[in-house]
């Protein structure tokens, strides 16, 4: 029976620290206090805003890194260079040199802060008069300005040598320094304003991209084309920018493990929740990369009825991973750009720890934001209570990290979101967001997938959330995987493209549904062992708003209620993990292993002031269980009393504040 077989977990890692490894995130160094302080190249950023001067030098002197370790950080991403030529920051990276000695000397690890692919141009054109040749250009050969707005800073062209050499030297700098790592900010997508580069040497590689695919178009022609799927010209652009993206972080990678072979590189990923940078283009820049960072995400808190939370993101990078060399790893902005903003609460902390240690990823403190009425960093002495609170909770996990360690999930429900999906990623997008809030509301753990070629054989269902474009070898997929008993629920319209966005007229799962489109009619059909459910017009959409927005949550569908009963009902009311007598929803679970003989269910309460009482937890871990336990930063330990129900076991959690941890064996 599907759904029933223990996944074996494999996690391999890069360099060996980065698993255990507490991050913060100095954004700010020494030339970005002056960019602040001076009101300088700001373009639409913050003009005006004070700049908590002495607690910035502070943190990259002796009191600001023992503050940092004081709150359980062991790792640092700090601001090398933020994008001046050598000799406008020279100041700053003599002071970020000194500060790597002074990490080193107090056993912290170092990732150095570089920009991927923008810089102040004025001042580099001033320094380095060529490093003009190295700017990204628009169709009409105008430099394209970072964001599409800001005055003070344009994008390069991912393809210059220059540019490319330059980048180089500059991380040599830092990794001879001592540097454990590199870090490149604003990695461009392939349909991003900064990859959209027009310069002579993309002129000439488009134009021979084409021709190679017996495209034999005017300069004129090509100009007129446009990144769309569905025309084949766009098609090779649009692949020719993901190669170029590629080879500019190989060259990169494979020159940083040249002068360091124990180097970490990585870089922005951005909003990996953001489907059009999805499927198989990123996958082999992740595999070149020892982390996945995703910048943008808030900590986790309630509002407008529903859990702002990075859970999504999270599997959605961990899908990405593939368990290779590295781990999925997100830092919340806090600050973006409202006009003021508190700063994040103790509790916010925590259960921002506590969410990315249960998802088998990494926080990274935001060290550097904008609170309120200035920039300040979180070494600065109004933050004693937010440095407690982190050190309280990376204490507990270091001191739990057997439950931790090379542990991936292991629930037995799949949500589908193949990479083609994102050339109706505005179609699908918001569907897959409010499939995977109702789930986390409703306390299904689930795993994001993106592919059917590997293992299916733990999940006892999939969810496709109206996934309208699928190939006909995942339509073939599907039907066997059917056939063997497995369930599926599928929303919208499944299939009514191919891969290629060519219009079917039907569904590709025709044959498993019995139908044809357009079908208006929910289905909840029996095929043997397993079980179909179709629901077309389910109302799926989130808020209008962009999910990387502090202050904006993903909102769940109104059909929110219709879908969970859905799901449970394809699981043949067997998911890995139920909970039963909660007061509210805003609970996420999740479950974890990996030893054949032993479980970890993750319990996070994200309305943190009200405390939960008798909390029934049923436990479906595939194999038999003789004994369970509970481990919490607020309760300690203490054992569990358990009883057999259908195909698992069931336990009361006396009390969840913030975050329990049971144990199963």
Not at 391 to 416: K, Q
Not at 592 to 597: L, V
Request: hydrophobic letters at 40%.
């Amino acid at each position: 029976m599907l759904g029933a077989q223990r996944r074996r977990v494999v996690v391999k890692m890069g360099a060996n620290w980065i698993r255990k490894a507490n991050f913060a995130y100095y954004w700010a160094g020494p030339e970005t206090i002056d960019m602040y302080a001076k009101v300088k190249y700001l373009g639409i950023h913050g003009l005006g805003h004070l700049v908590d001067e002495d607690a910035y030098t502070k943190a990259y002197q002796e009191e600001g890194l023992r503050r940092m370790m004081a709150s359980g950080v062991n790792a640092l991403f700090f601001t090398y260079s933020w994008g001046w030529p050598p000799r406008a920051e020279a100041d700053g990276r003599r002071v970020a040199r000194n500060f790597i000695k002074l990490c080193k000397k107090n056993n912290v690890r170092t990732l150095a802060y570089m920009q991927l692919s923008n810089y102040v141009w004025k001042a580099f054109h001033d320094e380095i008069p060529e490093s003009k040749n190295w700017e990204c250009t628009d169709k009409e050969g105008n430099p394209v300005p970072y964001m599409g707005v800001h005055r003070g800073r344009r994008y390069l062209c991912v393809n210059n040598d220059g540019w490319r050499s330059y980048l180089k030297g500059l991380m040599k700098e830092a990794l001879k320094a001592g540097s454990d790592g590199v870090f490149f900010d604003n990695m461009v997508r392939p349909d991003h304003p900064g990859a959209d580069c027009w310069c002579q040497v993309c002129r000439n590689r488009i134009r021979e991209r084409l021709v190679s695919k017996g495209f034999n178009l005017s300069e004129e022609a090509i100009l007129r084309r446009s990144l769309s799927y569905q025309d084949p010209v766009g098609r090779e652009i649009y692949r020719l920018r993901v190669d170029s993206i590629t080879d500019h972080i190989r060259g990169l990678s494979a020159y940083a493990r040249s002068v360091r072979a124990d180097v970490v590189v990585t870089s922005n990923w951005a909003l990996v929740d953001n489907f059009s940078w999805w499927g198989e283009e990123p996958k082999e820049i992740a595999s070149l990369e020892d982390m996945i960072l995703m910048e943008s995400f808030t900590l986790a808190r309630v509002r407008r009825g529903c859990i702002v939370n990075t859970v999504r993101a999270y599997k959605r990078a961990k899908c990405l991973a593939k368990g290779k060399r590295h781990v999925a790893v997100s830092y919340p902005v806090f600050a973006a750009e409202a006009p003021a903003y508190s700063a994040p609460t103790p509790v916010q902390l925590k259960l921002g720890i506590a969410e990315a240690a249960a998802c088998v990823s990494s926080l990274v403190l935001p060290a550097t934001e904008r609170f309120t009425d200035k920039y300040t960093i979180l070494t600065a002495d109004e933050f004693e209570a937010q440095r407690t609170a982190a050190r309280e909770y990376y204490s507990f996990v270091d001191a739990n990290w057997d439950l931790y360690e090379g542990h991936e999930s292991i629930c037995n429900l799949g949500v589908f979101e193949p990479g083609y999906m994102k050339w109706a990623s505005s179609q699908i997008y918001p569907y897959a967001l409010g499939v995977e809030q109702t789930l986390i509301q409703s306390q299904i753990p689930f795993d994001i997938i993106d592919e059917l070629d590997g293992n299916l054989e733990p999940y006892r269902a999939l969810v496709l959330p109206n996934i309208l474009l699928l190939s006909q070898v995942h339509c073939d997929k599907l039907k066997d995987y059917v056939e063997r008993g497995g369930s599926l629920v599928l929303v919208g319209h499944p299939g009514i493209y191919t891969e290629s966005y060519e219009y079917r007229g039907d569904y590709g799962v025709k044959e498993i549904l019995g139908i044809s489109y357009p079908h208006g009619t929910e289905i909840w059909a029996e095929r043997k062992e397993a079980r179909v459910v179709f629901l077309p017009s389910i109302d799926a959409k989130t808020s209008a708003c962009d999910i990387s927005c502090v202050e904006d949550g993903v909102l769940l569908p109104r059909g929110y209620q219709l879908l969970k009963n859905a799901v449970l009902w394809a699981l043949h009311g067997t998911a890995s993990v139920e909970l039963g007598n909660l007061p509210h929803p805003y609970v996420f679970v999740e479950i974890t292993g990996a030893e054949e003989k032993r479980a970890v269910v993750h319990l996070l309460n994200y309305k943190y002031f009200e405390t939960l009482k008798n909390i029934k937890l049923t436990v479906r871990p595939g194999f038999d269980v003789q004994k369970a336990s509970l481990v919490s930063p607020e309760l300690g330990e203490q054992n569990l009393i358990l009883k057999s129900v259908n195909e698992g076991v069931q336990t009361v959690i006396p009390e969840l504040r913030i975050y329990d941890i049971v144990v199963l064996e």
